[in-house]
Each structure stands twice: as structure tokens, then as C-alpha cells.
């Protein structure tokens, strides 16, 4: 049974570095290209965000800097924006812009926002983390659901409360 490939690439954030770990069974690189691929139970941390697919590829510029990931195969993943949203959520397909600091989720998706107890599910969702904005489109026969967590009403006073 081969081992987990561990490897952890160092990118720059805004002006502070953040370290970006990544651990696969398989990864083949081809400096040349930019292109980075792993495979097999693939789990990515940068921060406090983390995903999870069969097989993520990393794609980086000419300075080796990170300009898009692409996760495949039963994707999930933990996302907290700039403003402290949390998002968990699965998806067929993930693609990270991290300039932007985008996330283009394809397939089956189910996004959960935690904090605000709010959730998507569709065909294709756009997360902007910057900007705070969500964007759905369902599939093709399906329609998009969005599933809000109403505040309960005050309860009325019980019988016993109006005859004391």
C-alpha cells in the first residue's frame, strides 16, 4: 500500500504568507506547465479552509504562485470569508480562484452557511468570499433551493400563565 504524499507550498497572501498544505497517495508535477495533480483522498488546508476530493490540481503562474485549484470526484469542503462566514458544503467539482478569491462549485452541490443557518443547493454556485455574494442556477430539470432557518415567533402565554 504506497504512502500519503505530503507537501506543503508556501504562497503569499495579501501581504502576510500563509502556508498551503496538500496530501495525496499520488502527485505528479510538470514545473514547466504550472500544472501540480494529486490523487487520492486529496485534503488541502490553507488557513481554516479546507478541501476534500479524489483528485485536486493545482495550477500556478510563472513566480510558482497558486492561480487556480480544481478539485474533482465527491468534493467537500470548510470555506470562512474575509467577514467570519462559515460555508461547508459537497460538490461533484470545485474550482478555487484564489486571486479573487472565488469559489465556482459544479454538480450535486449543497452549500451550508453555518453561522447565518442558511443553505444552497443546485447545479452550479459562485461563491465571492470578498464581496460576501452567493450566485445558484439548478440544473437543468431541477430548480435551486434555498433553505432559510426562520426565527421562531414569541410564544403566546399558555392558559395556565393567563390564569395566575
Known sequence: MREKIFLTIFLTASLFAQELQVKAKLF?????????????NVNVIKGSDELNASKVTIYTNSKQEPTKFMAEGNASFKIKTLEGALY??????????????????????????????????????????IEGKA?????????????????EEKKQETKKEKND
Open 28 to 40: 505528479n508535477a510538470d514545473q514547466k506547465a504550472g500544472i501540480s495533480t494529486f490523487e487520492g
Open 88 to 129: 461547508t458544503g459537497k460538490a461533484q467539482k470545485v474550482i478555487y480562484l484564489p486571486q479573487q478569491k472565488e469559489y465556482h462549485f459544479f454538480q450535486e452541490v449543497h452549500l451550508k452557511q453555518l453561522d447565518e443557518k442558511k443553505e444552497i443547493i443546485g447545479d452550479e454556485v459562485i461563491l465571492k468570499t
Open 135 to 151: 450566485y445558484a442556477k439548478g440544473a437543468q430539470q431541477e430548480p435551486v433551493i434555498m433553505i432559510f432557518t426562520m426565527p
